[in-house]
């Protein structure tokens, strides 16, 4: 069974920090692109960040391009999200998600999903 | 970019109503690279439907996805009570990369 356990969350100011983990089980972790898409209160969902198994490809929305970086431990099964210079429009859920297809890159459909870490940005 | 609008934004159904949710995309997008997700409150989004008609692990048969081009609908041939929950479409692909999810049909017991 497919397990992600987001961790991390919490309050920060804004302009500040914060590292996201999301710990990985049940499948071959490093043969997965990885995710993060987030949901502010209320709203709907946003893709944040991918990156393929290998983490040679990596990508960005715009919203986050320069401040969050996303990174894997392939030999700890753990996805990150280090974010800076957060903004009170960061305020979210915090998914983690799974690419649907073995050793293919990024953009694909997301089959399994962590329950998310709430990040609220506020002084 | 490509915009999903998804259509209406919330319905209110009986259990046992069949219901279609649509989702219209700004540009001719492939069948390949179109997903439904259901959300129930409180919990992450679940893989129903993915290349737009192929049902994900475990998704019961009512549940079914069609279209192509700018049309895509997400029908569930008779609802049951657990299936009351946000769904959201998404496109996904290379053409160009990127990941476009719609607002969300909000989908409410009568």
């Known amino acids: 069974e497919v397990l992600l356990l987001e961790s991390g969350g919490g309050l920060v100011q804004p302009g500040g920090s914060l590292r996201l983990s999301c710990a990985a089980s049940?499948?071959?972790?490093?043969?997965?692109?990885m995710n993060w898409v987030r949901q502010a209160p209320g709203k709907g969902l946003e893709w944040v960040s991918g990156l393929v198994g290998s983490a040679d490809d990596i990508h960005y929305a715009d919203s986050v391009k320069g401040r969050f970086t996303i990174s894997r431990d392939n030999s700890q099964n753990i996805l990150y999200l280090d974010m800076s210079s957060l903004r009170a429009e960061d305020t979210a859920i915090y998914f983690c998600?799974?690419?649907?297809?073995?050793?293919?890159?990024?953009?694909?459909?997301?089959?399994?999903w962590g329950q998310g870490t709430l990040v609220i940005v506020s002084s | 970019e490509i915009v999903l609008a998804q259509s209406p934004g919330t319905l209110s159904l009986s259990p046992g109503e069949r219901v279609t949710l649509s989702c219209r995309a700004s540009?001719?997008?492939?069948?390949?690279?179109l997903a439904w997700y259901q959300q129930k409150p409180g919990q992450a989004p679940r893989l129903l439907i993915y290349?737009?008609?192929s049902r994900a692990t475990g998704i019961p048969d009512r549940f079914s996805g069609s279209g192509s081009g700018t049309d895509f609908t997400l029908t569930i041939s008779r609802l049951e009570p657990e299936d009351f929950a946000v769904y959201y479409c998404?496109?996904?692909?290379?053409?160009?990369?990127?990941?476009?999810f719609g607002q969300g049909t909000k989908l409410e017991i009568k």
């Open positions: 290349a737009a008609s």
């Open positions: 998404q496109h996904y692909g290379r053409s160009p990369e990127m990941y476009t």
């Open positions: 049940g499948f071959t972790f490093s043969k997965y692109a």
């Open positions: 540009q001719s997008v492939s069948s390949t690279y």
């Open positions: 998600a799974k690419d649907g297809i073995f050793n293919n890159g990024v953009w694909d459909y997301l089959d399994s």
